[in-house]
């Protein structure tokens, strides 16, 4: 029997074509409705990453934000990623990435008592091969993009970072989400078009502007499953589908992911060139101070 492990997730750009009130409110929206799917259906479980879409929940609904501490503790919730936000992965520094890293997890773990394996940047335009060695010392094993350059097709492989560290990825087949209505045809898809595989991973969920699950396609999935006896459909959290196989026997990879859409690049270059100029400085003060 094949298993296909089912990842729900929800996007969300909280300050991408729209102000921050609006991602907030999307963020809360999405959060409260997968809370409720997470205490209505046996064996849901939702991901969501970003400490700050839950600091957000957290000042703006508290009563929320007690029930997802809740559901986390008991394994319907998975704190997924554990970073800050998903930032861009090819022009920060690294320090910058680094404390993307501290300041998610330190939040994570007084909060909810957890610290993730897994990291995760689904909608990143490509990601350096410095990451590696990162997120290995920060305490993760493995890393899941959708967006991985045309050469590196979607699949599992051991990535090689530059000092030799080594992570388990994965890059996702279909992206990240699904329409809502279709996710049942995404998950079949994915299985039946790797039929050489005995485990298939699926990301699913309405996302770019938050949604997560609906019940449409919670009760699609639920169908699909009693139809095909040939399949066990199993919600996951993101580390999940890292314990079914062991590093060694993946192909290794030793480059950086992309290039990937390279005129996103200059996307929120305002913010870029800001933050750019903030690292020079800092750096130019730890060398004064030193």
């Not at 990162?134 to 699949?155: E, F, T, V």
Request: glycine share 8%; charged share 25%; proline share 4%.
């Amino acid at each position: 029997m094949k298993k296909v492990f089912m990842l729900c997730n929800a996007h969300i750009d909280p300050v991408w074509l729209w102000t921050w009130p609006e991602g907030a409110a999307e963020a809360l929206s999405t959060f409260r409705v997968a809370a409720d799917f997470c205490e209505r259906f046996d064996g849901f479980v939702f991901n969501h990453n970003e400490s700050l879409l839950y600091e957000w929940v957290e000042e703006h609904e508290p009563a929320l934000f007690a029930r997802i501490q809740a559901l986390v503790r008991a394994g319907k919730w998975n704190v997924m990623g554990g970073w800050y936000i998903q930032p861009d992965c090819n022009l920060p520094c690294g320090e910058s990435i680094t404390r993307q890293i501290r300041i998610g997890r330190e939040y994570f773990l007084k909060k909810f008592g957890v610290a993730p394996s897994t990291a995760i940047n689904f909608d990143s335009f490509g990601h350096s091969r410095g990451l590696v060695q990162i997120m290995a010392k920060a305490g993760y094993d493995s890393y899941i993009c959708c967006r991985a350059g045309k050469k590196l097709p979607h699949g599992d492989y051991r990535w090689r970072g530059f000092d030799g560290s080594e992570l388990k990825l994965h890059v996702s087949q279909e992206m990240y989400g699904s329409l809502k209505g279709d996710a049942a045809n995404k998950i079949l898809r994915i299985a039946d078009s790797n039929p050489e595989k005995s485990d298939v991973f699926a990301l699913w969920g309405i996302g770019d502007h938050g949604g997560g699950a609906s019940e449409p396609d919670l009760e699609a999935i639920a169908a699909l499953a009693a139809e095909r006896k040939d399949l066990q459909l199993i919600h996951v959290a993101a580390e999940d589908y890292f314990k079914t196989f062991d590093k060694k026997s993946l192909p290794l990879v030793e480059r950086s992911l992309g290039p990937v859409m390279q005129g996103c690049y200059t996307s929120m270059a305002q913010i870029k060139q800001a933050h750019r100029s903030v690292e020079c400085r800092l750096s130019r003060c730890e060398k004064m101070l030193a």
